[in-house]
């Protein structure tokens, strides 16, 4: 979609009324623009018959190099060979509009029969819009591949997160032994025995001489015929940001406990970790759910400890929206890798516990169904420059949220509106030729030379040009209040987290609050505890892009509320 100005916007067959230009030029430039594919296309579908379809002018552009001489040849090539057809003459009932005039004659989707209407400019955009279904041949011609299952941990700060998944990679044959006593060697001097496996995962310098996760770590493995992506979130508060991008592109979560009381309270009091990790992860999209209570045998093995934080934390899942049947227990020792891989071994925990170890239960998570047969969306973290061999120049890390990319193709870099080519990719650390929804990549694009990596942020999205993300500067959500300290009143200002987004915003309405069969409109706050339809927008940056009006899924409490701090006089 192109912006026309802050409030208007141009869906994605509708072109503005300006003068030609000699497309040439503009191709030597070596910048190729979301307008200047527009006017092309334009200008290519008053100059064609109507039997040749969108796609085919689609494809004429991008074979040609957006060369708009060189595409209407193609096209005229391609009128000869087609069998003549009687076209129909327009009504003489109805004058349109210029504009109207502008707007492309669009071909029928057979595999998305119930595709609405083109909406009015004067009508708002709704960014839950069902986009056509579509078909990759990308995916036709290539090797099937395992379907990756994204799976993030979270829990409060120092409940052996690290340490745990760090052991469990170990013990699956993804460390070496030779690494391992040289990660024991190091954290030693540094101080910290009892680290060496977490730094399987913290690579960083600061996180290692911190002893606290900061960034995301990820780690491939794989458990029997299943593929997963290891994301390591940081539990301290001052990294949630990181723990929401985490987060956002898992499948399913292990959430993890530490069972010392007084841990255990510092995580589930108001304010903490585990309370606020579990509520956010399901906000987000997670509903597979295992809680492994850790660090058991610092409590002995107790039994009557285990039953206890399995109660609390029961009662509490359920009523933040986790479903009974999708919530798993297991009792574990991080650090001494009790019940991690095998099935438990220790006598004071066989006497309580038969029941599966952490990772026959990963082995149980099933992927969530991915959107491959949509419009391509793919949701950039990071930008860097590399000189490896598969990926070189300039690079992005993203995540796939729709449809498929397949080395070659032509994307549009969104909000920049610069259309860049896909050089190379790399999944799960080995070259790609495909990658679909749900993979995290990396890919080497070649963009224009104007374009220097440093404008290019986390955040942005990579689109097909066909149908672009929409930019918005406000949107209709439907939130879900928990504890709050104050009411909510009209105007409050949030931030919104979203993928690798972060974005300062404010409510600019609040429309109903739904409470069971009935509903209250225009309230004058929000409460705890409450479920609201609002509008929200944003007031620092004039985008934001939102994920769940790509998959169809209601924003549901994917706001962290701030409180405004008060200037001191």
């Known amino acids: 979609m192109a912006r026309r100005n802050k409030n208007e916007y141009l869906m994605e067959d509708e072109y503005d009324d300006e003068d030609n230009q000699d497309y040439d030029e503009e191709n030597q430039e070596g910048v190729i623009t979301k307008e200047m594919i527009n006017k ?40 000869n060979s087609k069998p003549a057809e009687s076209v129909p003459k327009p009504s003489k009932e109805v004058k349109k509009h210029p504009k109207e005039q502008a707007v492309v004659e669009e071909e029928k989707v057979k595999s998305s029969p119930a595709t609405k209407p083109i909406p009015s400019e004067s009508t708002p955009i709704n960014l839950n819009q069902i986009y056509p279904n579509i078909e990759y041949d990308c995916l036709k011609s290539s090797e099937p591949r395992d379907e990756t299952i994204n799976l993030v941990v979270i829990g409060h700060v120092d409940s052996g997160k690290s340490t745990t998944m760090g052991h469990l990679l170990f013990d699956l044959g993804y460390v070496t032994h030779g690494k391992m006593t040289q990660y024991e060697k190091q954290s030693k001097l540094q101080g910290k025995p009892t680290f060496h496996y977490a730094w399987v995962l913290d690579e960083g310098t600061s996180e290692r001489e911190h002893g606290v996760t900061i960034n995301v770590a990820l780690k491939h493995f794989q458990l029997k015929d299943k593929n997963f992506m290891l994301l390591d979130a940081p539990g301290h508060k001052d990294f949630i940001a990181n723990m929401i991008s985490g987060a956002a592109q898992a499948d399913c979560a292990i959430l993890m406990i530490d069972s010392k009381k007084s841990s255990f309270s510092a995580g589930f009091k108001e304010k903490g970790q585990t309370r606020e990790h579990a509520i956010l992860a399901r906000c987000l999209g997670v509903t597979q759910l295992v809680v492994a209570i850790n660090k058991l045998d610092m409590r002995d093995w107790e039994q009557s400890v285990y039953d206890e934080l399995v109660g609390i934390l029961d009662s509490y899942l359920v009523t933040i929206g986790y479903k009974k049947e999708n919530i798993k227990y297991v009792p574990i020792s991080g650090l001494i890798g009790e019940n991690l891989t095998q099935r438990a071994k220790e006598e004071k925990l066989k006497a309580w516990y038969s029941g599966p170890c952490l990772a026959e239960l990963i082995y149980e998570f099933k992927a969530s169904k991915k959107a491959v047969n949509k419009p391509i969306r793919a949701c950039i973290s990071d930008a860097y420059a590399a000189s490896s061999e598969y990926l070189k ?30 050089r190379g990719m790399m999944t799960g650390g080995e070259k790609a030729e495909v990658a679909k929804a749900g993979d995290a990549v990396e890919i080497s694009i070649q963009i224009a030379a104007e374009i220097d990596i440093s404008i290019i942020k986390s955040g942005m999205v990579l689109s097909s040009i066909e149908h672009p993300i929409n930019i918005v500067t406000s949107f209709r959500a439907q939130i879900m209040t928990f504890e709050l300290l104050t009411p909510i009143p009209l105007g ?73 701090k008060k200037k001191k006089k």
Request: charged content about 25%.
């Open 393 to 422: 120049g300039t690079c992005v890390s993203a995540k796939i949220e729709g449809g498929a990319i397949e080395q070659g193709d032509k994307l549009l870099l969104m909000p920049l509106d610069v259309v860049c080519t896909v």
């Open 492 to 564: 409050h200002y949030v931030v919104v987290y979203c993928a690798s987004l972060k974005v300062p915003a404010k409510f600019s309405k609040l429309e109903k609050l739904i409470m069971g069969d009935k509903e209250k409109k225009r309230p004058k706050c929000l409460l705890s505890n409450q479920t609201a339809f609002v509008v929200i927008s944003t007031t620092a940056v004039s985008y934001t892009h939102l994920r769940a009006h790509e998959t169809g899924r209601n924003l549901v409490c994917r706001l962290l509320l701030e409180k405004k």
């Open 40 to 79: 092309m296309f334009k200008d290519l579908r008053q100059v064609m018959p109507a039997k040749i379809t969108r796609k085919e002018i689609m494809k004429a552009l991008e074979d040609s190099n957006y060369n708009f001489e060189k595409a209407k040849a193609e096209l005229n090539a391609l009128i």
